[in-house]
């Protein structure tokens, strides 16, 4: 299992630069958990998308089942405690402490493409490169 936060989502999802990755990690662990921020993060990249006429309104409802369906079971609460010493520790928001303090509490990576949380995060997060290369 590992945390997939909303950057990972979103390249498996949107066609980009990173999907390949993101659909190589999805292929070596299928089994992704986000806290339940991931819905709105998701929803408002898909959004984003629709602004600049590049993804239909349609395909958009599409890609936001398809991510339900991937992790809707396994949407999870974190800590608040948590969140809120971590994103004051690290530096960070509170929504990409989130992602850490769920993968932390888990005990399973964070897997990201997001650069400043891969600094933050150091320990917990990994980029979707270093995930592929684990043993």
Same mark, same amino acid.
């Given at each position: 299992?590992?945390?997939?936060?909303? $950057?990972?989502?979103?390249?498996?999802?949107?066609?980009?630069?990173?999907?390949?990755?993101?659909?190589?990690?999805?292929?070596?662990?299928?089994?992704?958990?986000?806290?339940?921020?991931?819905?709105?993060?998701?929803?408002?990249?898909?959004?984003?998308?629709?602004?600049?006429?590049?993804?239909?309104?349609?395909?958009?409802?599409?890609?936001?089942?398809?991510?339900?369906?991937?992790?809707?079971?396994? $949407?999870?609460?974190?800590?608040?405690?948590?969140?809120?010493?971590?994103?004051?520790?690290?530096?960070? $928001?509170?929504?990409?402490?989130?992602?850490?303090?769920?993968?932390?509490?888990?005990?399973?990576?964070?897997?990201?493409?997001?650069?400043?949380?891969?600094?933050?995060?150091?320990?917990?997060?990994?980029?979707?490169?270093?995930?592929? $290369?684990?043993?």
């Amino acid at each position: 299992m590992i945390v997939a936060d909303c $950057s990972l989502l979103a390249y498996l999802l949107i066609e980009g630069e990173h999907t390949a990755r993101a659909e190589e990690v999805l292929r070596r662990d299928p089994s992704w958990c986000a806290p339940f921020l991931w819905r709105s993060e998701f929803r408002n990249v898909l959004v984003s998308h629709i602004r600049h006429r590049s993804l239909p309104l349609e395909e958009a409802r599409a890609k936001m089942a398809e991510a339900e369906e991937l992790l809707g079971v396994r $949407s999870l609460a974190v800590n608040s405690s948590q969140v809120l010493e971590d994103a004051a520790f690290r530096k960070i $928001s509170a929504y990409d402490a989130e992602y850490l303090a769920l993968a932390a509490t888990l005990h399973v990576p964070l897997v990201t493409f997001d650069h400043k949380l891969l600094a933050a995060g150091q320990g917990v997060a990994v980029s979707a490169e270093d995930f592929l $290369s684990l043993p």
